[in-house]
């Protein structure tokens, strides 16, 4: 076994990767929004699981900083989507860290009196709190008066703006039922303060159901964000995600090696980082050297990765649902979108052909255990990159 030869591929959520391949035109996209005189227009970044939005976003933070940027942000969880108050609280609380090195002065006050003398104290959550507590009105109306409040004290710094970027945002909902409508809130401040001129830009990130679910809530957020979809990584920049990061070492991937890493993950980032890791492993533990590994061992990583990654995943779903998935995986339009008229007519000549509205019915119950997802004209795609191979591998089995 060679020792001390770290592994440096890093497969999981956020994970920022030895080398982040690709994604230059994305960069640009996300300048151009930061070189906006007036901000018209705000970022959202999607695409599926894995693509490599949560490790894009990072690497805007130090770009945007540079550029004089004020960088807020932080994950949208379901708690924080509970309510407009929690929303609202979210956004104030990842200010607050922020601005509370600022500090401001107010003249005191006794007894009606206004004193000479000045107080000082910090824009830190409580001000802010004390703020949204005398602002009148909605928390709408509240939200908006603490962040005018705000701005008026970052002027004096030079500053562009503030960017909130919030990651895994598709879980802003709106409550009708319980007259909660914070994803409404959010977009109705945003809109609000930027048109009086305020450079408070919104990042958001999500999977493919965030967009159509921001303007169904408001159909002005078609108009107020600029949408930027992550894809796998080309074929040149998938070599160098896999090559760059051992360029330095003594364990390097062959030509060869990067054609079959290439083949098995078809540029999907968290499967490059995978697979990567476990054949730099394999060679590590001297198994064989580089040069004497005729062939990188494909089925058996194949064999981890659809135990680790796949399986869990497939087991949410029932096996009247995984019929209906089996004949999905064999369209051949698989890995990108398609309709329920081509599930019915393919599955016309299957043993237990499938209704449309059972094809209806059952997609949309798929979309809500986020193996299927649906766009806005109405056609599905494959939740999970790479799920078609794997069922056509389940069904090779059988
Ligand atoms: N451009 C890239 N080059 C190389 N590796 C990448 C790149 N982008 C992402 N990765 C790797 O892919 C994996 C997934 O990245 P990340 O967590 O950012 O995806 P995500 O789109 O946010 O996924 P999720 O929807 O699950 O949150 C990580 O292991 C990361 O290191
Ligand atoms: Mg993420």
Redesign the pocket.
Known sequence: MTTGIRNPF????????P?????EAETLEFSKILSQERILQNLILT??????????LDSFKPLAIAEGWIWVGADFSESSSVSERTLAMRLLTDLAIVTSGIVISSPVTTAGFVQSKEEEHRLDFEALMKKWNEAPGLPSDKLKSVLEYVWAHVVPFKKKGVIFAYD?AQNLTDHPKEQEYPLSLLLDVFQSIQRKGIPFLLVL?G?PTLFPKLVEARTYAERMFHVVS?DK?SKE?SSE?IVKPTQKGSVKFSANSVNSIYEMTQGH??F??YVCREVFDIWVSNIAREEELAKIPVNEILQKLDADFFSGRWSRATDRQRDLLAIIAQLKNSNSEFTVQEIVEFSMHQPHPFSNSHVNQMLSSLCSVALVHKNRWGKYILAVPLLDEFIRRQLAQR
């Open positions: 890093r497969p999981g959520a956020g994970h920022m990767p080398y982040l391949a690709g994604r695409g599926l699981r894995g693509v490599g939005k949560t490790v894009l895994e990130t999977l992550l990584l920049a995600a980032p968290y490059i980082q």
